[in-house]
């Protein structure tokens, strides 16, 4: 008994001890996970997610206490990866790699101290556990604007077989009497995850083969995409008798709510059919947990701190004292203050403007410049540009294909072209022309990063990453410009208005961002 308890007190020790390390070395993600991301509508549920993987742990904790303990080497090669994401994630400003570096770490220290036949009891809740995490930017804002188009497709098709005229451009739905928008609050996206984890949870419960689980979880997809459609539908042939009132307020929150229910309930239903058309061989057959050999509880013979937890330590501890002893991001301030960029240029003429505080605040850049130029023919071009003395976690360059969308611009086309300058030089940009209602506007944007023109997100986060490494510098600035098409105006002509402006907005950028 005495062996017992001291063993039990040593594995509590333990646990404490890769708990606080853990604790330290991600408290500035938690920190924007818990107060950033699971406070945006889309993923509030999240927030659940590791209480209900808890229970599913509980659940598990008799085979748990059946199956052979032996400690494995194995698990060495999850903390190894997900060590190296973590410096991917802290030196680059990427939270989602330190999102996964966590859970490939917690993966790794559960296989190494319990062995692979035990971690096997926890492998659906540890798969569970990735709900509790955001999607990247750049596959939100891409699966966001999918939803909403398709919704909005949906939505006008269904209106039409009502009878009802409808018309969609874009995000836009024009009814005749009305237009409504279909925001990222109709995407489909805030009920389209919970629902899809709820569909984990409840095939995780249904004894069945695994095709006919798999082909229930899928089914989540169309459920939610087809309810959501007809949510907007709803909200387009009622709008006729009870006005706006059915776009907003109560009763727009309580369908949202009313057609997760409803789509919920269509699995449940959809569980019940596949039963019924095909029925299932004997439960036993089909458990939820493992099927493993029955063992004598081996606890007595494991020991409270297995060398093979011990690289995971050294790793953790260097990791941390490396993480608060070195500075990887020395602050470049730009060669200039951007509050002096010339508002003439050769043939242009510009207008100052400032950004509210709510989105400097949010942005957290160090300088930046927002200036509307007008050439002789009166025709706009708008040049913003943020510059980052250092980029960190929360504090870094944000690229316009992730923010545009959100804003209600459709990209209608994007990739990236080679802009002429002086002589034989080119600059490679990326390009948007996009739309939002019957406003089409034409995009460049560029990523100057110590000496670098970048066009990609992830090219952005790798030279940060490297650049922190050998150079302690992470500073760089994003250029973007904008016009309009006037009226009937061919993109051609707007195309060849960005690039005479590119050309002229070069050399001076070059006198403001630091290489």
């Known amino acids: 008994m005495k062996i017992s308890t ?17 604790a330290v070395l991600y408290r500035g993600a938690f920190s924007w996970l818990v107060t950033v991301d699971w406070a945006r509508e889309d993923y509030s549920s999240s927030a659940f997610v590791p209480f209900i993987a ?36 802290e030196l680059s400003g990427e939270f989602f790699s330190m999102y996964l570096s966590f859970w490939l770490i917690l993966v790794g220290l559960f296989w190494s101290y319990m062995g692979w036949r035990r971690f096997q009891v926890l492998l659906f809740p540890m798969l569970f556990l990735l709900a509790m995490f955001p999607l990247p930017n750049y596959l939100n804002t891409m699966l966001t604007l999918k939803l909403k188009l398709i919704s909005s497709w949906l939505g006008v098709w269904m209106m039409r077989l009502y009878g009802l005229s ?111 058309v095909f029925p299932d061989p004997a439960p036993a057959a089909y458990a939820s947990e493992p099927q493993l050999e029955a063992a004598v509880d081996t606890a007595g013979g494991v020991r409270s701190f297995p060398a093979q937890l011990l690289p995971t330590l050294l790793l953790l501890v260097c990791s941390l004292a490396a993480a608060s002893a070195v500075d990887f991001r020395q602050k470049v301030v730009p060669a200039r203050s951007f509050a002096g960029f010339p508002l003439e240029l050769a043939g242009w003429k510009g207008s100052r403007t400032a ?19 007008r050439d002789r023919d009166g025709k706009t071009v708008s040049l ?61 944007y560029w990523f100057p990063q110590r ?30 410009v904008i016009t309009p098409l006037y009226g009937a105006e061919r993109p051609g002509d707007a195309e060849l208005r960005l690039q005479a402006f590119t050309r002229e907005i070069t050399p001076v950028l070059a006198r403001f961002i630091p290489r």
Not at 215 to 229: K, R
Not at 236 to 251: C, D, S, T
């Open 54 to 89: 808890a229970y599913l742990v509980y659940e598990r904790r008799a085979l748990l206490r059946k199956t052979t303990c032996v400690p494995s080497w194995a698990g060495l090669f999850p903390v190894c990866a997900g060590v190296a994401l973590y410096w991917l994630g």
């Open 384 to 444: 913003y540009v943020a510059y980052y003395g250092s980029q960190s976690k929360g504090a870094s360059i944000h690229s316009p294909a992730s923010c545009l969308p959100g804003s209600g611009w459709i990209f209608e086309e994007s990739g990236a072209v080679a802009v002429p300058l002086s002589g034989a030089a080119s600059m490679r940009v990326s390009r948007a022309y996009m739309q939002k209602g019957e406003v089409k506007e034409l995009t460049y």
């Open 451 to 480: 000496g670098r023109i970048l066009t990609d997100t992830w090219e952005l986060k790798l030279y940060n990453f490297w650049d922190a490494l050998t150079r302690q510098r992470t500073d760089g600035a994003l250029v973007r």
């Open 166 to 276: 409808a018309y969609r451009e874009g995000n836009v739905i024009d009814l005749g009497f009305t237009q409504l928008q279909v925001v990222d609050a109709c995407s489909g996206l805030r009920y389209f995850l919970p629902l899809l984890v709820l569909s984990l949870l409840l095939a995780s419960y249904y004894r069945a083969p695994l095709w006919k689980r798999g082909f229930f979880v899928l089914s989540a997809v169309p459920v939610s995409v087809v309810t959501n459609g007809l949510r907007i539908a709803s909200v387009g042939i009622l709008y006729q008798f009870f006005g706006p009132v059915v776009a907003e307020g109560f009763f727009h929150d309580f369908s949202g709510w009313f057609i997760f229910m409803f789509s919920l309930a269509l699995l449940l239903a959809e569980l019940k059919l596949l039963k019924r």
């Open 6 to 22: 001291s063993l039990k007190g040593a594995t509590v020790c333990t646990s404490l001890l890769f708990a606080g390390l853990i």
């Open 355 to 373: 950004m509210d505080r709510i989105y400097l605040d949010s942005l957290k850049l160090d300088d930046y410049s927002m200036v509307d130029y």
